[in-house]
T-cell receptor, first 111, second 114 residues
Framework: KQEVTQIPAALSVPEGENLVLNCSFT??????LQWFRQDPGKGLTSLLL?????REQTSGRLNASLDKSSGRSTLYIAASQPGDSATYLC??????????FGTGTRLTIIP | DTAVSQTPKYLVTQMGNDKSIKCEQN?????MYWYKQDSKKFLKIMFS???????INETVPNRFSPKSPDKAHLNLHINSLELGDSAVYFC?????????????FGPGTRLTVT
């Protein structure tokens, strides 16, 4: 069974610090992994998509990595800002035409 | 220039009623999805359609009936609503079925059944 896990469920970080969000998955035959941001009461905003052939993707202050062999992905946020506060979700595509989501990490950036 | 839109944004109704949620995408994508986010914020696939054809039905009760009149629309009709149907429903789309494609999500419809 393909499962995606995100630990911790919540994280608080002072403004300006760099931080890493974790995502782990049980099936190493992953095709791609997508990171999303969800603000309270809002939809999902796609942040980064990493294909299985890639090791990392970057967009601005965000950098996502993918290690299939260890079943892990990380989302690195540099120089955090209060506007980064949101729930971050990772989702894996294991070749069955659907995304399997983790339970999310609720990030709070403390001004 | 909204990419994936859903209506309504909020829906409050009583048990036993029938309701529909509409989804439209203007991205020219071939594949559309419905996901359900429960009270614990866990997101799970319900259905996917490709070129108006049902691809995934993730053991959803048959009270839920998706309808795709064309590639740009995927509506969700729910019969005999139950308390447990209360959730946020997200529509999404992708360019096609190929696993390399990114999925784009709508803003969600918060359904409350009383």
């Amino acid at each position: 069974k393909q499962e995606v896990t995100q630990i911790p469920a919540a994280l608080s970080v002072p403004e300006g610090e760099n931080l890493v969000l974790n995502c782990s998955f049980t099936d190493s035959a992953i095709y791609n992994l997508q990171w999303f941001r969800q603000d309270p009461g809002k939809g999902l905003t796609s942040l980064l998509l990493i294909q299985s052939s890639q090791r990392e993707q970057t967009s601005g202050r965000l950098n996502a990595s993918l290690d299939k062999s260890s079943g892990r992905s990380t989302l690195y946020i540099a120089a955090s800002q209060p506007g980064d506060s949101a729930t971050y979700l990772c989702a894996g595509n294991f070749g069955n035409e659907k995304l399997t989501f983790g339970t999310g990490t609720r990030l709070t950036i403390i001004p | 220039d909204t990419a994936v839109s859903q209506t309504p944004k909020y829906l409050v109704t009583q048990m036993g009623n029938d309701k529909s949620i509409k989804c439209e995408q203007n991205l020219g994508h071939d594949t559309m999805y419905w996901y359900k986010q429960d009270s614990k914020k866990f997101l799970k696939i319900m259905f996917s359609y490709n070129n108006k054809e049902l691809i995934i039905n993730e053991t959803v009760p048959n009270r839920f009936s998706p309808k795709s009149p064309d590639k740009a629309h995927l509506n969700l009709h729910i019969n005999s609503l139950e308390l447990g149907d209360s959730a946020v429903y997200f529509c999404a789309s992708s360019q096609g079925l190929a696993v390399s494609y990114e999925q784009y999500f709508g803003p969600g419809t918060r359904l409350t059944v009383t």
